[in-house]
């Protein structure tokens, strides 16, 4: 024990950062268990869509979702989703929602306005379309009008 206080003493910026690491490390677990969503893979996400009727819904912009998105995904931006204007997914309340943006960071906020919303099964695509591209699955693209 003397020689942990000794160290501690001799290399106080290390060990402050070492703290502080293990307090962001616990409060990030504790959050990941608190929310209102759940993270999923693509693997998940398509075992949601094939047994129990999930739905996905697209939050990127119009051109980026014209750029290619998911089969079957709803487009809905993130920010009628705040502003809870997104009457599209209305009807899927108690379905599974998959939230899919283009690094899973966007729709995270897009995750929380819907359970507070009233939306039962509500999940975000880990690492978003980046994710589902490493796990090469396909993407349907829009036709460029002429």
Request: hydrophobic share 45%; proline share 2%; net charge positive.
């Amino acid at each position: 024990m003397q020689q942990f206080i000794e160290f501690v003493q001799a290399n106080l910026i290390l060990s402050l950062v070492w703290v502080g690491l293990v307090v962001a490390l616990i409060l990030s677990v504790i959050k990941q268990k608190t929310a209102l969503y759940k993270i999923i893979t693509p693997s998940d996400a398509t075992i949601l869509v094939n047994r129990e009727k999930g739905v996905f819904v697209d939050v990127r912009s119009r051109d980026e979702y014209r750029a290619g998105h998911i089969a079957g995904a709803l487009h809905v931006l993130a920010k009628d989703i705040k502003a809870n204007n997104a009457a599209e997914i209305d009807k899927h309340k108690s379905d599974p929602i998959i939230l899919v943006c283009k690094t899973g960071q966007t729709a995270i906020e897009s995750a929380n306005a819907l359970a507070k919303a009233g939306f039962e099964n509500v999940n975000v695509l880990k690492d978003g379309l980046i994710s589902w591209n490493e796990a090469n699955l396909p993407l349907i693209r829009s036709k460029k009008k002429k």
